[in-house]
């Protein structure tokens, strides 16, 4: 048996320690993983899922808003009513009635008892102050009841007496008395029943 070798000097033969040529080409790099691209689309869905709640509660606010707003006007009370709380409230604080319809100085808070006392003569004497806390110059009159026994509302009156102050001027501070001829035995007490008061030159409220 011969041994053939091929006498073709441009032959090829591979170099001993020189790995071949790689049979692939390599491409781009490859893609990022998926966690990646779904991180990033997740923090887009977040931010627009952040505008878009905002965007919302904005409009909600808005809406409640006016609401309200519309509530308080067809379903709310009026001024009128408004002002009739507030005196009522007066009243209840003070016992003191009044024709005014002035919310703002009611005229109760206006007057101040400071004494019931022998007039020295045989009759009672209650007295106090006024400060007409508007600003203008006002008349008043003060109902004044006289009772038997017990303190404040208490006991049966014995006798009463209405006192006109006229034309005291604004955030001025005057003094008033009532004096009834009469007083009985033992225990007595004067009580501020009412008090009105108008701007001076004009009608009283009735």
């Not at 110059?137 to 009772?147: G, H, N």
């Not at 009985?184 to 008061?197: K, S, T």
Request: net charge negative; with cysteine.
């Amino acid at each position: 048996m011969t041994d053939h070798f091929d006498d073709d000097p441009d032959a090829e033969f591979p170099t001993a320690g020189v790995p071949p040529a790689p049979s692939v080409t390599p491409g781009p790099n490859p893609p990022p993983p998926n966690s990646a691209t779904d991180d990033a689309t997740d923090q887009r869905g977040c931010v627009t899922i952040l505008i878009v709640g905002t965007v919302l509660a904005i409009v909600a606010l808005v809406v409640a808003i006016a609401l309200v707003v519309i509530g308080i006007r067809v379903f709310g009370i009026s001024d009128e009513d408004a002002n009739a709380k507030v005196l009522q409230e007066v009243f209840v604080e003070t016992g003191i009635a009044t024709a005014s319809r002035d919310a703002v100085h009611p005229p109760q808070r206006d007057i101040h008892l400071g004494t019931c006392e022998s007039d020295g003569s045989g009759g009672v004497k209650a007295s106090g102050t006024l400060t007409n806390w508007t600003t203008k110059t006002a008349d008043y009159e003060i109902d004044v009841s006289f009772r038997r026994s017990g303190t404040g509302s208490s006991g049966e009156e014995f006798a009463a007496s209405a006192v006109s102050v006229l034309a005291v001027p604004e955030h001025a501070t005057t003094t008033w008395t009532a004096i009834v001829p009469d007083r009985p035995d033992g225990a007595y007490a004067c009580r501020v029943l009412a008090v009105n008061r108008w701007p001076t030159g004009t009608t009283p409220p009735s």
